[in-house]
Nanobody, 124 residues
C-alpha cells in the first residue's frame, strides 16, 4: 500500500507559477512510476505528466509540454510538478498517482494508488 498526499495548489493569475508536491509513504517509493493527472469540472481525468521510477524518463501531455516539469526526490519520497506560464484552462483538481508496472503509463487505469487531489485555479 502506498499513501499519497498532494499539496501546493491554490489561486494564481494567468502567467503565474505554482509547484505541486506529492509526499509518498508506505512501500518503497523508488519502486513506483509517478504521475500527475488533472480533472476539471464536467471533464474526464486527463494525464498531465509522468516520471519513471529511476527519474531518468519523463513524459508530458502536449498541452503542458514546455510549461510544466515533473521531478522526483527519492530521498524525500516526493514528486513535484513545477507549473509555469499557467493558463485558465489549467484550472482543475490535480492528482498524484503511483504505478508499479514495468513501463510508464499515461492512462488513469494504469495507476494503482491515488492522492486526494489539490485544487489549482488560474484566474484570467
Amino acid at each position: 500500500q502506498v499513501q499519497l498526499v498532494e499539496s501546493g495548489g491554490g489561486l494564481v493569475q494567468t502567467g503565474g507559477s505554482l509547484r505541486l508536491s506529492c509526499a509518498a509513504s508506505g512501500r518503497t517509493f523508488s519502486n513506483y512510476h509517478m504521475a500527475w493527472f488533472r480533472q476539471a469540472p464536467g471533464k474526464e481525468r486527463e494525464f498531465v505528466a509522468a516520471v519513471s521510477w529511476s527519474g531518468r524518463s519523463t513524459y508530458y501531455a502536449d498541452s503542458v509540454k514546455g510549461r510544466f516539469t515533473i521531478s522526483r526526490d527519492s530521498g524525500k519520497n516526493t514528486v513535484y510538478l513545477q507549473m509555469n506560464s499557467l493558463k485558465p484552462e489549467d484550472t482543475a483538481v490535480y492528482y498524484c498517482a503511483a504505478a508499479s508496472r514495468l513501463s510508464v503509463g499515461i492512462r488513469y487505469n494504469e495507476y494503482d494508488y491515488w492522492g486526494q487531489g489539490t485544487q489549482v485555479t488560474v484566474s484570467s
